[in-house]
T-cell receptor, first 111, second 114 residues
């Protein structure tokens, strides 16, 4: 089955700096890669996603890139703000509409 | 806006008890999932269901069972609760893959087994 690895496990940045979180996946058949943000005590919420026929997708300060050949994808957050502090999960969809999640990254934005 | 509702936010149960966690979604989604979330391990799939009365094992089904008698409701059952089942349990639902694929999560149930 699919295996997703996520790095780093924790990330601290200064407000206004950029943050990058990287994930690798093992199953070349996976074709959908969402990112979820989970604030303390709240449910994970989808913030951006990308499909395997696209290399990059942007939504304001957030972007995701996908390299199918290398089987890795990354989340980029620019101009970080304190409200970006949360746990971020990447995921890959394997057969049957099942998402396999990475272990998560705790992002702290210091003001 | 899809709503996924989990019946309890916090539960404390004793070892050996049978525990029921309930999840209801209101958007007629075919797919429903139960994950457990533990620090450093991310979200791990326990069971999932593609349709009424249908269930499939996920990656960590041992000690759990599920029930889906109605399309909108997916129940997770801990047959005999143990302390290593203390965790956050998240329910999710999604529509057909060709309609997006993203999950909507419930708020979670934090279960403590003593």
């Amino acid at each position: 089955g699919e295996n997703v690895e996520q790095h780093p496990s924790t990330l601290s940045v200064q407000e206004g700096d950029s943050a990058v979180i990287k994930c690798t996946y093992s199953d070349s058949a996976s074709n959908y890669f969402p990112w979820y943000k989970q604030e303390l005590g709240k449910r994970p919420q989808l913030i951006i996603d990308i499909r395997s026929n696209v290399g990059e997708k942007k939504d304001q300060r957030i972007a995701v890139t996908l390299n199918k050949t290398a089987k890795h994808f990354s989340l980029h957050i620019t101009e970080t703000q304190p409200e970006d502090s949360a746990v971020y999960f990447c995921a890959a969809m394997e057969y049957g509409n099942k998402l396999v999640f990475g272990a998560g990254t705790i992002l702290r934005v210091k003001s | 806006d899809v709503k996924v509702t989990q019946s309890s936010r916090y539960l404390v149960k004793r070892t050996g008890e049978k525990v029921f966690l309930e999840c209801v979604q209101d958007m007629d989604h075919e797919n429903m999932f139960w994950y457990r979330q533990d620090p450093g391990l991310g979200l791990r799939l326990i069971y999932f269901s593609y349709d009424v009365k249908m269930k499939e094992k996920g990656d960590i089904p041992e000690g759990y069972s599920v029930s889906r008698e109605k399309k909108e409701r997916f129940s997770l059952i801990l047959e005999s609760a143990s302390t290593n089942q203390t965790s956050m349990y998240l329910c999710a639902s999604s529509g057909r893959p060709d309609s997006g694929g993203g999950y909507t999560f419930g708020s979670g149930t934090r279960l403590t087994v003593v």
